[in-house]
């Protein structure tokens, strides 16, 4: 009979030790509300952004205070309920690939707020309702090459010397760029000059191509 009596106490006693490996907050601490505001380039905008990107609340005083803040939703808005003690928190998460972080200050109403980077300390105290915690980013831009432009001439020489004559004006003359062969570009002599311009044709190495009119024959040479 004491054995079974034994066995009994031991549940209850490892149920108490179970119970107090949780977290509790003190009776007497002081508790607000967060609000997590993610803007896309000053504005406030719908995306799964803030979906993928977590915002953690560690208290500057007591790390292992911690507190993950996510959305549900494509609203780009997080808000706590009041749950998170008052003081000074350090404010922590990885923005997506492919975004950057924009510093600024954010006016609305009454209020100011300075836009949060990441590692910024915020303060939660009870002067409003929500502790707002703004968050400007935009996707960033990859820098464009500048494509430089040129003019095209072409003259065509019978034997060495440029003759007037109508051969030029059928024989249709094409760059193929060597890098993106979509990009051509075709000379047409519009008289009997034997030269045929271009202009804005982009900087870089093309071949060259065209049909030789019957009778007639490359040469060689400088």
Do not use: W
């Not at 803030?50 to 609340?57: A, D, E, G, Q, V």
């Not at 939703?73 to 706590?80: A, E, F, G, R």
């Not at 030269?195 to 804005?200: G, K, S, T």
């Amino acid at each position: 009979m004491k054995k079974k009596l034994i066995s009994l106490l031991v549940i209850p006693i490892l149920c108490l030790f179970a119970v107090c490996s949780f977290h509790f907050v003190k009776a007497d601490t002081a508790l607000g509300m967060v609000q997590v505001n993610l803007h896309t380039d000053g504005r406030l905008e719908s995306s799964d952004v803030l979906k993928n990107m977590p915002i953690t609340l560690t208290s500057t005083t007591d790390a292992s205070q911690t507190f993950t803040l996510t959305c549900e939703d494509s609203s780009n808005v997080i808000k706590t309920k009041k749950t998170i003690p008052l003081g000074e928190y350090v404010v922590s998460f990885q923005l997506p690939e492919n975004y950057v972080t924009l510093s600024g200050v954010y006016t609305n109403g009454p209020r100011t707020d300075t836009y949060v980077q990441n590692g910024n300390v915020v303060t939660l105290n009870q002067k409003f309702a929500y502790n707002m915690i703004y968050i400007n980013i935009k996707e960033r831009e990859e820098p464009q090459p500048v494509e430089k432009y040129g003019k095209i001439e072409v003259n065509l020489h019978t034997d060495g010397k440029l003759v007037e004559s109508g051969v030029l004006k059928n024989m249709p003359v094409t760059l193929v760029s060597k890098e993106d062969p979509t990009k051509t570009y075709t000379l047409n002599c519009q008289d009997d000059s034997n030269r045929a311009e271009l202009e804005n044709v982009p900087f870089g190495e093309y071949i060259v191509s065209f049909d030789i009119p019957e009778k007639y024959e490359v040469l060689d040479g400088e």
